[in-house]
């Protein structure tokens, strides 16, 4: 997933290496693309196809196994474009954090419907009856979701540096321990679900929609031979900015403590808890900060660095795409900017004969 802020690109030759000329340097010149906008063009990777946003609206573009690509077209206005009394620092950051993960569910909920008409009927109708069940209990599904990722990655490092270290009352060397921690399950967990062949198929659609995004930028003709010379590494993407929160929250939560502990006198696991939980929306909200002055600053040496290591994790959750994933990539992002009618790839009706064979 791209974060929709400024960038600079990196560019690879069709052997898949890196360019190294005056175009690494480059900065955006589509006359189309304005870095100072806090949203541009971005997507994410979703079943067997990608979701592509820009100011136009949003396209979801699935690729059926019958080889046809089929596109849901919508305009969408951001929480805080509608309310801009929340288009303001870190609060805009968190806020949109909810916002895209609204729209992200919501595309890959589109892709699943999609995916189950190339599915055997007697299988198909079992995910029904099971699809029934879930959209009853989506908002709860939704919160046990977010309760395990908070549990994961923010009390489990908690709990293991409080039992493991004895640093309860060292506010930087704790969070720091925890923070590395944190890196560790994440990268792990990357690591674990890339093993995964349905999960190497998303990937692939991740890295489709980094070179698409990438060439947009670089005003490249969007078509696959073109586009398969970009970079599947984006430094907007959302896998970088979830280490920009691992790195933002030692520092945020080091400032925390040291107000808690001269407030209270001394910290415990149950106080760390109470007070890092709430917390947490506004480490969103300075993360999305960070990264943004980071990429827009990608050019300059520390900018580099600062956002390789996200570039680094990208070879785990990024790979190489086929032209077929390519080509979704590009119609899911002309179709988001309006250069296609989306209603060129409506969902053909089969009659029962086609549906027999194609099962």
Same mark, same amino acid.
């Given at each position: 997933?791209? @974060? ?24 955006? #010149? ?19 196809? @990608? ?28 929480? #805080? ?41 007697? %299988? /198909?109708?079992?995910?029904? %009856? ?14 046990? $979701? ?14 293991? #540096?409080?039992?493991?270290? $004895? ?10 321990? $925890? ?20 999960? /190497? ?27 398969? #010379? ?58 999305? %900060? ?36 390519? %080509? ?28 027999? @064979?194609?099962?």
């Amino acid at each position: 997933m791209v @974060v929709p802020t400024a960038i600079l690109p990196y560019l690879i030759n069709n052997k898949g290496e890196h360019v190294s000329n005056e175009r690494e340097q480059w900065v955006p #010149t589509n006359p189309d693309y304005d870095a100072n906008k806090p949203m541009q063009v971005g997507g994410q990777a979703v079943i067997e196809g @990608v979701m592509m946003r820009s100011p136009k609206g949003v396209a979801t573009a699935v690729r059926r196994a019958n080889g046809d690509i089929v596109v849901q077209k919508e305009n969408y206005i951001s929480v #805080t474009e509608k309310h801009k009394w929340l288009n303001v620092p870190i609060l805009r950051g968190a806020v949109g954090l909810i916002d895209m993960m609204y729209l992200g569910i919501k595309t890959l909920n589109f892709s699943a419907e999609i995916a189950m008409l190339d599915i055997p009927e007697e %299988e /198909k109708s079992k995910k029904k %009856e099971k699809k029934k069940s879930t959209d009853f209990t989506l908002a709860l599904s939704l919160i046990v $979701a977010l309760a395990v990722g908070v549990g994961i990655f923010f009390v489990v490092p908690l709990y293991l #540096t409080t039992k493991v270290f $004895a640093i309860e009352q060292t506010a930087f060397t704790f969070n720091l321990t $925890a923070g590395l921690i944190r890196v560790s399950i994440l990268i792990l967990y990357m690591l674990g679900i890339s093993m995964m062949e349905d999960v /190497k198929q998303l990937f692939r659609y991740h890295g489709a929609e980094h070179k698409s995004v990438f060439a947009f930028e670089h005003k490249a003709k969007l078509i696959p031979d073109s586009v398969r #010379t970009y970079s599947r590494f984006h430094p907007r993407c959302g896998t970088s900015f979830l280490l920009i929160v691992v790195f933002v929250s030692v520092f945020a939560f080091s400032v925390l403590d040291v107000v808690t502990i001269r407030l209270l006198g001394k910290l415990t696991l149950t106080i760390r808890l109470g007070t890092h939980l709430p917390f947490i929306p506004i480490v969103g909200g300075l993360a999305y %900060e960070v990264i943004r002055f980071s990429a827009k600053h990608g050019t300059t040496w520390w900018g580099r660095i600062f956002i390789a290591p996200g570039l680094w994790l990208q070879k785990i959750t990024t790979k190489e795409p086929t032209d077929s994933q390519i %080509e979704v990539a590009i119609v899911a992002l002309k179709c988001a900017l309006d250069q296609e009618d989306a209603a060129k790839y409506s969902l053909k009706v089969e009659s029962p004969a086609e549906n027999s @064979v194609a099962a």
